[in-house]
């Protein structure tokens, strides 16, 4: 098993709902506010906790089981192992947040409902509010680092290593014997 140190900073930005990736906020925040969140957002969330942030899968898996109105350990946790990429029998599968949201939340209804401080921005920026200039932040109200957090990792780099570090870690003589496929990001 590969080491994964637990970065405090970055799991209670990811409990709060505080990333700077907007999807992962609106999902975090909807689901501590309903306790109910679709399947492709519950596997996004814990993609962007242990591929993105690499925080190991059992430093959010209590957080998560505590929202969840329909919480059943025996689903929970089988769930969020497959997702982290550590049960080693379906192929890892690393969301990419900023593809997600684009796919899953085209005109951004979901986080403009869930992240009212990013409700007058344009569709163009909603997905990617760090790119906005500072005239953009004076004129849409919202102030990186105030208002909404900037991105706490740089998520390029940060899915690249995720990848190489799992794929490396399925080609080792203690992982598993099982066929598995290669890592993808989706």
Not at 8 to 21: D, I, V
Not at 96 to 124: C, H, M
Not at 143 to 170: C, D, F, M, V
């Amino acid at each position: 098993m590969l080491e994964q140190p637990v970065v405090l900073a970055y799991l209670e930005a990811w409990k709060k709902g505080k990333t700077g990736f907007p999807i992962i906020d609106a999902s975090m925040r909807c689901v501590i506010e309903t306790g109910y969140l679709n399947s492709r957002l519950r596997a996004v969330l814990v993609s962007f906790l242990t591929h993105a942030l690499w925080q190991p899968w059992q430093s959010g898996v209590y957080h998560l089981a505590q929202q969840f109105l329909d919480y059943e350990a025996g689903i929970h946790f089988c769930q969020f192992q497959m997702q982290a990429g550590v049960s080693g029998i379906k192929t890892v599968r690393i969301y990419n947040p900023i593809k997600q949201s684009k796919e899953q939340d085209a005109e951004g209804v979901f986080i403009r409902q869930w992240l009212p401080e990013l409700a007058y921005l344009p569709t163009a920026l909603l997905h990617t509010p760090w790119e906005m200039t500072v005239m953009e932040q004076q004129m849409y109200h919202c102030q990186l680092g105030t208002t909404y957090p900037l991105p706490i990792i740089n998520l390029k780099p940060a899915l690249k290593k995720a990848s190489e570090l799992l794929h490396a870690g399925q080609k080792r003589p203690t992982t598993s014997k099982r066929k598995t496929k290669k890592n993808t990001t989706v």
